[in-house]
């Protein structure tokens, strides 16, 4: 059994449909394979903004949903479905998806209220349209497919954009419910980056979670492997937008692949490694549009002899540091930041604190800090008032760097490579923290340096080729 994903532009165009058709026709007529999909490039973005925007009261844009959110469809589904009847059967059932999703952003529009299982519900309509498509073009060019939502396969708390699987329900539930197509002869083409709760009720795993979607469900069909499809050759030693040199790894550990997801390489979500480590399942990493390029093994193996494999980086970021007086002791502000921070919701990226200043920077999304900051200024009001606290100040525009491999491990000296590399280039560190894995060395730059920064570590690492 092989699980395969196929990312946002492995179905992003009739094209790469046709590409994707035909990687999952060839290995199909090999062993048993199930399919997962995003949606197509574009959609889920599209979806947000239209469920945003009719919460604010855009009444034109709930008016238009319809037809914008077919258009790509349906021009995929011209060119690809020659066959006028299956290409009527496909418009008129992508048709009715359209439809549910209007009805549901109209219902928005009129309550001026948009509930994150409102969104989680309207954002998960754009895999259920790009699974239809690609059943149908499966269909069409002779390997027997069926669209299935995963609601029916994945099980979930109720933890919306950013739902964990419950996985032994998942095993149960998507066993059950694969088995008769797999009896039928049908290849399942399932859809990405959802499930539901034990009620029912769609969740999502997050932005980015189809990569997710595919390990739960390699774990729930114990598969030989879970490939997952995209538009580079596998996980590269940086980001090749920002390194042009930036090649692709053979093999990297789940703890490594982990680490660079985490700290923002996009080729896989931070949370695809867990469910495939806990049954030993390796995952590839492979090009749609290269498909006989090797790929990327993440599997247990770990080092190709290097100490570092590779550079990573977030923008976007904010630091928030809060400096009190003596006083008020730091360990209680540290417990009193992280509850108040951990009920506001927002993600911490990163920790560091010096205790002679009193003082605690962390490290949240951009798009977060005001709220963070707001949480902080409410829990410490009292102690602002009396001048115990001293400040609570936000830096923007930084961005952390990340450099990542198990070879650092026990490695002396890679601290003073990284820091004495920031050195030369003249880039200033505002926060340093090591995780105690000893496979990541992360630290806080201003955003204006990133691009220096990762080219000069890729460099000093001797990572290019
Ligand atoms: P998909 O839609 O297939 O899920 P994504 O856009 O989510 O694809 O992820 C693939 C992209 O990740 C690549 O196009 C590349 O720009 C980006 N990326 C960032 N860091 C890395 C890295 N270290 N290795 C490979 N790709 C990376
Ligand atoms: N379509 C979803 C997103 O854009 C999930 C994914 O592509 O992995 O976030
Ligand atoms: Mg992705």
């Known amino acids: 059994m092989l699980v395969m994903k196929f990312g946002g532009t492995s179905v992003g165009s009739a094209a790469a449909i046709a590409q994707t058709v035909d990687i999952l026709a060839t290995y199909s007529r090999q062993e048993q394979v199930v399919g997962i999909v995003s949606a197509m490039s574009g959609v889920t973005n599209a979806l947000l903004a239209k469920a945003e925007a009719a919460?604010?009261?855009?009444?034109?844009?709930?008016?238009?949903?319809r037809a914008t959110l077919l258009a790509p469809h349906r021009t995929a589904a011209v060119e690809l479905l020659p066959n006028g009847?299956?290409?009527?059967?496909?418009?008129?059932?992508?048709?009715?998806?359209?439809?549910?999703?209007?009805?549901?952003?109209?219902?928005?529009?009129?309550?001026?209220?948009?509930?994150?299982?409102?969104r989680d519900r309207i954002v998960s309509f754009g895999e259920r349209m790009s699974s239809v498509l690609v059943a149908a073009v499966l269909n069409e060019r002779g390997t027997p497919a069926q669209a299935v939502p995963a609601d029916r396969l994945i099980v979930t708390d109720s933890v919306f954009d950013g739902a964990s699987p419950l996985l032994e329900q998942t095993r149960a539930r998507?066993?059950?419910?694969?088995?008769?197509?797999?009896?039928?002869?049908?290849?399942?083409?399932?859809?990405?980056?959802?499930?539901?709760?034990?009620?029912?009720?769609?969740?999502?795993?997050?932005?980015?979670?189809?990569?997710?979607?595919?390990?739960?469900?390699?774990?729930?069909?114990?598969?030989?492997?879970?490939?997952?499809?995209?538009?580079?050759?596998?996980?590269?030693?940086?980001?090749?937008?920002?390194?042009?040199?930036?090649?692709?790894?053979?093999?990297?550990?789940?703890?490594?692949?982990?680490?660079?997801?985490?700290?923002?390489?996009?080729?896989?979500?931070?949370?695809?490694?867990?469910?495939?480590?806990?049954?030993?399942?390796?995952?590839?990493?492979?090009?749609?549009?290269?498909?006989?390029?090797?790929?990327?093994?993440?599997?247990?193996?770990?080092?190709n002899g290097r100490v570092a494999k590779a550079i990573a980086s977030i923008s976007g970021l904010a630091a928030i540091t809060v400096e009190g007086r003596g006083q008020l002791g730091v360990s209680d502000v540290t417990a009193r930041i992280f509850s108040a921070i951990g009920r506001s919701g927002v993600n911490v990226f990163m920790i560091s604190q010096a205790s002679s200043q009193h003082s605690v920077t962390f490290v949240v999304q951009d798009s977060q800090a005001e709220l963070a900051a707001a949480a902080l200024r409410a829990e410490f009001a009292t102690d602002l008032a009396r001048e115990l606290v001293l400040s609570i100040e936000?830096?923007?525009?930084?961005?952390?760097?990340?450099?990542?491999?198990?070879?650092?491990?026990g490695t002396p000296g890679v601290a003073g490579q990284v820091f004495g590399t920031m050195g030369n280039e003249g880039i200033n560190i505002i926060a340093i923290a090591q995780g105690s894995s000893e496979l990541n060395i992360s630290f806080v730059i201003s955003g204006a340096d990133v691009r220096r920064a990762v080219a000069a570590l890729h460099r000093g690492f001797a990572l290019a080729r």
């Not at 439809?99 to 219902?107: E, G, N, P, Q, T």
């Not at 936000?394 to 491990?409: K, P, Q, Y």
């Open 174 to 303: 998507t066993n059950a419910t694969l088995e008769p197509i797999f009896a039928a002869g049908l290849l399942p083409v399932v859809t990405g980056f959802f499930g539901a709760d034990e009620r029912g009720i769609t969740t999502t795993l997050g932005r980015g979670g189809s990569d997710y979607s595919a390990s739960i469900l390699g774990n729930a069909l114990d598969a030989r492997e879970i490939w997952i499809w995209t538009d580079v050759d596998g996980v590269m030693t940086a980001d090749p937008r920002i390194v042009p040199e930036a090649y692709t790894l053979p093999a990297v550990s789940y703890a490594e692949a982990t680490e660079m997801a985490y700290f923002g390489a996009k080729v896989i979500h931070p949370k695809t490694m867990h469910p495939a480590m806990e049954r030993n399942i390796p995952i590839w990493i492979k090009n749609t549009f290269n498909p006989t390029a090797p790929g990327t093994c993440i599997s247990t193996e770990t080092s």
């Open 55 to 65: 919460a604010a009261g855009d009444s034109e844009g709930v008016d238009a949903a």
């Open 394 to 409: 936000t830096n923007r525009d930084l961005a952390i760097i990340a450099v990542v491999g198990e070879g650092m491990r």
């Open 85 to 118: 009847d299956r290409r009527r059967e496909t418009e008129a059932t992508l048709g009715a998806l359209a439809d549910d999703v209007a009805r549901m952003l109209y219902s928005v529009y009129v309550l001026r209220e948009l509930s994150p299982r409102a």
